[in-house]
């Protein structure tokens, strides 16, 4: 009888520690969340990965995320957390992320000013502007980047590697290019005279 009680109360007990854990868990993603509202910040992850490390002691099980951060109005930053504990990786992700934040011109507000092809490593991401009504054209990777950067409007293939990793960072470069054309237009002019004062 006295077994039966004492099962039955370890069993509380430990349904009662995963339930405060859920709920601390919870408790961390509404804080994540509502320090990127008060940023004007919106968030999309993009990939969860499970790893293990063999010691001698047996397995460490970590977790590392990918998750990507914007502002949906040109500004757009990706970035990679690592951690025991899946919710600390993804805080850590959103932290580097805010970091590496970057600006991207944008047509209209909706979509890219041209034709772009991003690299990383075996990965290669072609980015094309497109028409009104669209809408963004693209795998989920590319398409949580393009949301969080406020993109509308945009066809986007993704070609070699299809490793997130890759994929993501190949749509950043791709991005970082981005010029407009009255730029394209200035740095021309200021190389013409400089060509002709030469002369």
Known sequence: MDNRNKDSRDGRDSRDSRD???SKDGSNRNKRESKLEEAGL????????RVAK????????GFNAIVAVGDAKGKVGVGLGKATELPEAIRKAQDDARKSMISIPLIDERTIPHKILGRHGAGKVMLRPASPGTGVIAGATVRAVMECAGIKDVLTKSQGSNNPHNVVKAT???LKDLVLID???????AAVARRGNDG
Not at 42 to 49: C, G, V
């Open 20 to 22: 405060s854990k859920d």
């Open 42 to 49: 919106i968030d999309r992850l993009i990939a969860i990965n």
């Open 54 to 61: 063999v010691t001698k002691g047996g397995r460490n099980f």
């Open 172 to 174: 950043m470069e791709g």
């Open 183 to 189: 730029r394209v237009g200035g740095l021309r002019q």
